[in-house]
């Protein structure tokens, strides 16, 4: 079982940063594929950016959604079980409640991520 537990989000203006942690429980971290999730309301969960791990060392690969491609940055501390995300240059359109999820193989979806933080609110004004 791995608990993941995220940091508080907050509010923030247009072109503004924010960087989320979250802290995972369990001794194999560095083995755990990561990634964040987002959803607006009305809206459904979609994927911002995943930290993969390659089967390899600690080899990673990473991945972003187009929406957010040259402003967010994903990372991990493997050393203090966390993975970041930096977030730089926000709009309205990323306010969102902000998810982290962990899974023990290179996830394809959102389904093959096995276990999910409790999600933290990120507010954009504009």
């Known amino acids: 079982q791995v608990q993941l537990v995220e940091s508080r989000g907050g509010l923030v203006q247009t072109g503004g940063s924010l960087r989320l942690s979250c802290a995972a429980s369990?001794?194999?971290?560095?083995?755990?594929?990561m990634g964040w999730f987002r959803q607006a309301q009305g809206k459904e969960r979609e994927f911002v950016a995943s930290?993969?791990?390659?089967?390899?060392?600690?080899?990673?690969?990473?991945s972003y959604a187009d929406s957010v491609k040259g402003r967010f940055t994903i990372s991990r501390d493997n050393t203090k079980n966390t993975v970041y995300l930096q977030m730089n240059s926000l709009k309205p359109e990323d306010t969102a409640v902000y998810y982290c999820?962990?899974?023990?193989?290179?996830?394809?979806?959102?389904?093959?991520?096995?276990?999910w933080g409790q999600g933290t609110q990120v507010t954009v004004s504009s």
């Open positions: 999820a962990a899974s023990d193989r290179v996830p394809s979806t959102r389904r093959d991520y096995d276990y």
């Open positions: 369990g001794r194999t971290f560095s083995r755990y594929s």
């Open positions: 930290i993969n791990w390659s089967g390899v060392g600690t080899s990673y690969t990473v």
